[in-house]
């Protein structure tokens, strides 16, 4: 079997390909990066520029189902500019695959897209299944209804489409973990507002092993991508605290303060998703990670 994999040299990407590799997986993947390009068997990189609608259309040769990771990360401030290389990175990229998909007439079976639990309005009560059909009003839902429609026209060419609303990743290569562990570490950590605001997290380990999952038992639709026991802000910093060994002293940091800081982008750090793993659960999935303490042990221990 052979992958194509776009965002192939980011954060969960990586992990994705170790595990393909693990499985004897082979895969091609896309960067806009020429220095990140490698040529081995079962690692191949091609290159591409969404922007200028470039693309190496080799990338799709003998592939069976696509791994769709590619967007410009959010945690970035959040400009006029920025906000449009956001939706564009993740909107235009998924246009230019299936085009060059369908002019190729390349026979792809399926293809299993990221997406985010930011399409969930926040909200410290519910409890979001995938059904659930009101999008939040932010710039995040905003960003997400797009998102998950570019990735539906797939369905146009007769692909399988499988989409997964990712919780926050953590891992300790990159993404939201160093961040919170840092101030943690000097003695300044501190829970976001009054800390109840639910954080779906999930290891990324278990999120590599759910797309792989999802290729292998060729899911359609959505599923929510989350561990099955979702903490508060405040837990998930206390937890954080006490694997790391540390206390935590200060009061929590108020909304106006990193409101100031961030500019509209905070609302990463406040809003609220407690979110469902049930469906993927219910396909049979086994999380190796369900629980923080062991997910934290096994990044920070
Ligand atoms: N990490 C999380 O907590 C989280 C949570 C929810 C959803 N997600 C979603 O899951 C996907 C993977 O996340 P990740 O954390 O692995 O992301 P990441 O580490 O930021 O990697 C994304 C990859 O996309 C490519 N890319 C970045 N900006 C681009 C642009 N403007 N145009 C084209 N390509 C661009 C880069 O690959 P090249 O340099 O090789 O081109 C990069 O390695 C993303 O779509 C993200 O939104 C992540």
Redesign the pocket.
């Known amino acids: 079997m052979r992958v194509l994999i776009t965002?192939?040299?980011?954060?969960?990407?990586k992990e994705i390909v170790r595990l393909c590799h693990n499985d004897g997986i082979a895969v091609n993947y896309l960067?806009?990066?020429k220095s990140?390009l490698e040529t081995q068997d079962n690692y191949k990189g091609f290159y591409w520029n969404?922007q200028k609608g470039e693309i190496n259309h080799k990338c799709l040769e003998d592939v069976d189902a696509i791994i769709n990771?590619?967007?410009?990360?959010?945690s970035k401030r959040w400009t006029a500019s920025y906000k449009k290389?956001i939706l564009e990175?993740?909107t235009k990229?998924a246009a230019l695959l299936k085009k060059t998909i369908d002019e190729n007439n390349y026979p792809v079976k399926q293809i299993v897209s990221?997406s985010?639990?930011g399409v969930y309005p926040s909200s410290l009560t519910n409890y979001y299944e995938e059904d659930f059909n009101k999008v939040s009003n932010t710039f995040l839902g905003e960003v997400v209804e797009q998102w998950e429609a570019a990735v539906d026209a797939f369905k146009d060419s007769s692909i399988d489409v499988c989409k997964l609303r990712?919780?926050?990743?953590l891992s300790n290569n990159?993404?939201?973990l160093p961040e919170i562990i840092k101030p943690i570490k000097i003695g300044a950590g501190a829970a976001f507002g009054s800390g109840e605001q639910w954080q779906s997290w999930i290891h990324v380990e278990d999120l590599a092993r759910i797309f792989l999952y999802a290729v292998k038992e060729g899911l359609t639709g959505v599923y929510n991508a989350v561990a099955p026991n979702p903490v508060t802000n405040a837990e998930l910093t206390n937890m954080s605290a006490k694997v790391l060994k540390r206390p935590l002293i200060l009061p929590n940091v108020p909304k106006f303060a990193m409101k100031l800081v961030l500019g509209e982008m905070h609302i990463i750090l406040f809003e609220s998703q407690r979110v469902s793993s049930k469906k993927i659960e219910q396909e049979g999935f086994q999380f190796k990670y369900a629980n923080l303490c062991p997910a934290l042990e096994d990044l920070l221990g």
């Open positions: 965002g192939a040299t980011g954060l969960v990407g960067t806009t990066s990140k969404p990771l590619v967007g410009a990360s959010i290389e990175s993740r990229t990221a985010a639990i990712i919780g926050l990743v990159g993404g939201a």
